[in-house]
């Protein structure tokens, strides 16, 4: 199995920063890409940060210029560096990796359980 680990959300006032850390563990035979993602209360999830081994980042509109994904491939662990935040970017973060495992060396997707970030105006 897969388990992907997220740390590094909490309390700050806008203006402020906070990282973001996600640990996948387990059996892996290759971490193919890495995603952040945040969810609010009655909103649907959506994708703000990504990056795919070997490629380059991207990011949505609402983060772009403020956030940075980053991916230390040898511990696979993605991060994610917050800056400049915002009272609209209080949410439940979470990360999402697409992996390889298995005999048959098959794709899969695995989700975090989620770090909650609130920024205070």
């Known amino acids: 199995q897969v388990q992907l680990v997220e740390s590094g959300g909490g309390l700050v006032q806008a203006g402020g920063s906070l990282r973001l850390s996600c640990v996948a563990s387990?059996?892996?035979?290759?971490?193919?890409?890495m995603y952040w993602y945040r969810q609010t209360l009655g909103s649907q999830r959506e994708m703000i940060a990504g990056?795919?081994?070997?490629?380059?980042?991207n990011y949505a509109d609402s983060v772009k210029g403020r956030f940075a994904v980053s991916q230390d491939t040898a511990r696979n662990t993605v991060y994610l560096q917050m800056n400049s935040l915002i009272p609209e970017d209080t949410a439940v973060y979470y990360c999402?990796?697409?992996?390889?495992?298995?005999?048959?060396?098959?794709?899969?997707?695995?989700w975090g359980q989620g770090t909650q970030v609130t920024v205070s105006s």
């Open positions: 990056i795919t081994t070997g490629g380059s980042p």
């Open positions: 999402n990796a697409v992996i390889t495992r298995g005999r048959q060396l098959l794709q899969y997707s695995y």
């Open positions: 387990g059996d892996i035979f290759s971490v193919n890409a």
